[in-house]
């Protein structure tokens, strides 16, 4: 089952604390599915991924966050493995899927949330200190059900960062494909 250490955590920015709030329900769903549902609540889980993924990628831009490439490359990479995962469980790899589910990208999860999506939202702090009225971290999401929380002014300091022991950002661990897996 997935991790629920990242979901407790607060970023300080109530709009990320919210994508991450989704994309760990979504996990959750998928990882209690019947093996029936499984690929398609997969597949529903990755299009969160990717509007997390946009959403962040956006207000790095918007903010003009220093080295932001190495983040967005950190959501490519990811994203590209669990596509990748997704063609496989089609092809009857299931057990994959779940342990990707269940184990890996938990873990990817964590450190991830932990280290530069904590570092995107200090930046988005700062930023609405310097410049207040700055449209760049408004919530103009265009799947926004319900206005967002303003952006929040919680201190860094409250975080609960520190109650996390995150594990290395591994999505090459998923195993290769064997030339004995199985084919639709
Ligand atoms: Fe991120």
Redesign the pocket.
């Known amino acids: 089952m997935p991790s629920t250490c990242v979901a407790e955590m607060s970023s300080g920015v109530p709009m990320m604390d919210q994508l991450h709030h989704d994309i760990f329900e979504a996990l959750e769903k998928v990882s209690r599915s019947t093996d029936q549902a499984f690929s398609n609540e997969y597949r529903i889980f990755v299009a969160k991924m990717e509007y997390?993924?946009r959403r962040?990628d956006q207000w790095m831009e918007e903010i003009d966050l220093p080295a932001s490439n190495l983040?967005q490359e950190?959501?490519a990479r990811v994203l590209g493995a669990l596509h990748n995962v997704h063609s496989r469980v089609m092809d009857g790899e299931l057990r994959l899927g779940r342990e990707v589910v269940d184990h890996l990208l938990p873990q990817w999860l964590e450190f991830?949330?932990s280290t530069?999506?904590m570092a995107?939202a200090l930046a988005m702090q700062l930023a609405q200190t310097e410049t207040p009225h700055t449209p760049s971290i408004q919530d103009t999401s265009e799947t926004s059900q319900e206005a967002r929380p303003a952006l929040a002014t919680e201190p860094t300091s409250s975080r609960a960062v520190s109650s996390c022991r995150p594990s290395p950002p591994l999505p090459d661990r998923i195993p290769k494909r064997s030339p004995h897996a199985p084919h639709s």
């Open positions: 997390a993924f962040e983040h950190q959501h991830h949330i530069v999506d995107l």
